[in-house]
Each structure stands twice: as structure tokens, then as C-alpha cells.
């Protein structure tokens, strides 16, 4: 389970993400490649500099943005905003903690 805290910086992230190894690119499905989550997978926002009121906000994956290199997020259902992030600003939620945060 992930413990997210919002003083987390983009570089500890990084490091993070960079620590857990890779799988073999064969064993992705092809809704994960490039990006590593899924269409759907919740996630946290976080280390998000110029667009930091989204920080510790969830939302949902909505596809993986090849120009860009980033995750397309949904944030909201109402009124839904949509915001690209890099991959070490999304962190999977946990199904428990899918309600904690919410836009």
C-alpha cells in the first residue's frame, strides 16, 4: 500500500520509481506501453509544480499522451478537469485509499 505525503518532491519520485525495476517490455500488456498504468487505474497526483493545487487530488488514467510523454488524467466527475502529468507525478491508489482524496 502506498503512504502518499504531499512534501514529497519530484526528485524523491524519481527516485522511487527509479528503484523498482522494469518488467521485460513482453510481459505489458499493450493498454500499458508505453506508459506503465492503465486507462482507469486511480491514481494520486503529487510533486506538481506549476499546477499545484491538483497535488494530492485523485483521479483517473484516462490513456497515455505520446507527444507529450505523459499520462491524460481525469480529475472530478461533475465537472471534470483533464490534466496531463508526467509519470512520476501519478501514484497508483490502493483500492482503500481510493476515497481519501477526492477532487
Known sequence: MYR???ALTA???RQIHASVAPLH???YPPTLSP???AAGQKVMLGALYEQCCFNGLAGTIEGWDDASG???VKL???QPVH???GP???LPLSRDLEGAASY
Open 4 to 6: 502518499y505525503h504531499r
Open 88 to 90: 512520476e507525478n501519478a
Open 25 to 27: 517490455p513482453a510481459l
Open 70 to 72: 505523459r499520462y491524460q
Open 35 to 37: 506508459g506503465l498504468l
Open 76 to 78: 472530478g466527475s461533475r
Open 83 to 85: 490534466v496531463l502529468v
Open 11 to 13: 526528485d524523491v519520485l
